[in-house]
């Protein structure tokens, strides 16, 4: 059995860790909820300020108390009910019900608290991954949203169309402000920044000028536009998912100007055809005079590269999505908890999403949201 000096200066060195504990998990909760929150983000901080009243409960049990202002008498029984193994914990409830009194010895004590204190980084690390989602994808909406060639043409012609999108996305901010571990899931939020990436579409089709007629463009203008399309719906699935960085992969490529010289030489020509371009280089630099087979090569070399930029976004997707799924799957191995019956069917599902013959970004990014969340449903 421990000498009584050891056993108080074992308790007393507990207590010092369930303090810093307590310490720094309140300092975490109160400098991350500072605003008030609703729906899914306000359980997220209720569980945090649970997890740190019994943290709270667990560092009191250890609190030898023997510089405060009581009583000797009162000092020493504490004391000496300190030096008894196990330890009485009294779990106290906000609600004024009567303590939960359980016995626990020094070790488990000290166990618990460690428990308690990373499940409150959990949560903490929990909302603010979610708060960094979301405010990634309000970024870039914001970008399409203020973009000053759509609200340019559109006050040309009287439109009122982007006003739409700028009304939906106030909406979504504030959603995203009050919710933000809500909106990070699957759900009706999701599917609003789906339909408001719909409307942006939609208005640049309402700016498209007269010369988009797709029965007048060329074989190398159809296929460039497929492509570009593609690229655009790809990097519009990864964005609502959070993938990639963000930024407009067809911007870097300078599609545009190559497109508008087609349409300009096409409108020229007077058979609607694309008619002499000068010489081909980066694309979208075509020069004022050449052979018309240099267009049509140009668009083609284009649409290379974009076929290009989309299989390289592909692939990005999918190495994120593959370490975010392996990054969780330590953190449960980590736990003990890899082999848990609900995580390895959640697990093997997200694994054959990302299968490369079978993989699609959004269903594969929602297997593997579906993972994380049941990792932390199981490790909490």
């Known amino acids: ?11 007393r060195a507990a207590h010092g860790l369930a303090a810093e504990w307590l310490l720094e998990a309140q300092a975490l909760i109160t400098g991350e909820f500072r605003a008030p929150v609703t729906g899914v983000t306000a359980g997220t901080e209720t569980a945090a300020w649970d997890e740190l009243h019994v943290l709270g409960c667990l560092s009191l049990a250890l609190d030898p108390m023997d510089d405060g202002p009581d009583p000797a008498a009162r000092r020493n029984d504490r004391l000496a009910r300190l030096l008894t193994d196990p330890i009485e914990v009294a779990f106290t409830s906000a609600t004024g019900e009567a303590p939960r ?10 166990a618990a608290a460690r428990e308690h204190r990373a499940t409150i980084r959990r949560l903490v690390d929990a909302y603010r991954a ?16 203020a973009d000053p060639r759509l609200r340019a043409g559109a006050a040309d012609r009287g439109a009122t169309a982007p006003d ?5 996305l106030a909406g979504l901010e504030r959603e995203a402000a009050a919710d933000p571990v809500g909106c990070a899931r699957p759900g009706p939020w999701r599917d609003a920044l ?17 010369t988009d007629d797709p029965d007048r463009l060329t074989s190398g203008e159809r296929r460039l536009r497929s492509s570009v399309e593609r690229l655009r719906g790809l990097a519009a699935e990864a964005a609502r998912e959070g993938l990639g960085d963000g930024g407009d992969p067809v911007a870097a490529l300078d599609v545009d100007g190559l497109l508008a010289r087609a349409a300009a030489a096409r409108t020229a020509s007077p058979n609607g055809s694309a008619g002499p371009v000068g010489p081909v280089g980066p694309v979208g630099s075509v020069g004022p005079a050449g052979p018309p087979g240099e267009l049509e090569a140009a668009l083609d070399g284009a649409a290379d590269q974009v076929d290009a930029a989309r299989r390289r976004l592909r692939g990005r997707c999918h190495l994120e999505l593959g370490g975010r799924l392996e990054a969780y799957r330590q953190r449960a191995a980590d736990e003990g908890r890899a082999e848990h019956p609900d995580l390895e069917q959640s697990y093997r599902e997200a694994r054959d999403r990302l299968r490369p013959d079978r993989f699609a970004v959004t269903a594969a990014s929602r297997a593997v949201r579906a993972y994380q969340q049941a990792v932390n449903e199981v490790t909490r």
Do not use: K, Q, S, T
């Not at 009194?101 to 020094?106: G, P, S, T, V, Y």
């Not at 739409?164 to 939906?168: D, L, N, Y």
């Open 130 to 145: 979610a708060v960094r989602f979301v405010e990634a994808d309000l970024d870039r909406l914001r970008r399409d949203v």
């Open 194 to 210: 789906a339909g408001l990436a719909d409307d942006l579409a939609a208005v640049r089709r309402a700016l498209a000028p007269a």
């Open 164 to 168: 739409v999108p700028a009304v939906r």
């Open 101 to 110: 009194i359980e016995r626990l010895c020094l070790d488990e004590i000290v």
């Open 1 to 11: 059995m421990m000498p009584d000096g050891d056993r108080l200066d074992a308790v």
